[in-house]
């Protein structure tokens, strides 16, 4: 695999963060009235809004890049094989945006060779956006961002998006952090993980994530200082899913999955 040049991946970012102003701009343009929403097959919601968003930016896309593959959230995937893959969550947290409540996001990553190489977490509704890039800092509004060190889970602040989520065998891993976590928040969405990258909260866990829920997360919160992994402590790649453990201290992490592990092998 050969090596990109500075010059490339800095077009690639750019070109990322124009997907994602092109998302903001469209759910800005939607304005603050309740949308109409269809309830899937996996029972989770969907508006008009994420499929216009979707097929916005994989226009875009097909038109920049025609032999990068794209996997995006309501349409499925394409150019299966390609070196670059494009992963697209047009509206991440879509019960929150029907509930106006702002922790909705866009989440963009390219993978190169099913690792994850550029992550975008946008937040529109509060202006904030996190870049990604493996091997590089992390962005936050366009100046770089660290976790913060954590001296003992019993300090944590401990995010998970719903405990509704949580499968009968998955539970105990929930339970397990709880109680050794000094607080808990619940139903940030993909806001929890630019936070956790910005040094505000401590721990991540969560299940029933697909790839588009997670692609971006690696290179923001390692890029950040922070670690992600499965529940296993294998790193996020196309594969991963559906659920994952991040941390801003590795040393807490290592801590919460000891944990983690413990619970699930019980159940």
Known sequence: ???????????????????????????????????????????????????AIEQRLRQQIEARFPGHGIIGEEFGASGAGAEFAWVIDPIDGTAAYIAGIPVYGTLIALMRND?????????????????????????????PCRTRSCEALEEAILSTSNPDFYAPEERGALEALRSHTAWRIYGGSCLSYGLLAAGRIDLALDTRLKIHDI???????????????DWHGRPLTMASGPQILAAGDKARHADALALVRRAVDRA
């Open 215 to 229: 692609a971006p997360f690696r290179p923001i919160i390692e890029g950040a200082g922070g670690v992600v992994t």
């Open 115 to 143: 690792e994850p190489l550029i992550g975008i977490i946008d937040q529109p509704a509060t202006g904030d956006r996190w870049v990604g890039v493996a091997g590089r800092p992390t962005l936050h509004n366009g100046a």
């Open 1 to 51: 695999m050969t090596t990109l040049k500075d010059s490339e991946l800095d077009g690639l970012v750019t070109f990322a963060e124009e997907l994602a102003a092109e998302s903001r701009a469209m759910l800005d343009d939607a304005g603050a009235g309740r949308p109409e929403a269809q309830v899937k097959a996996d029972r989770s919601f969907v508006t008009a809004l994420d499929g």
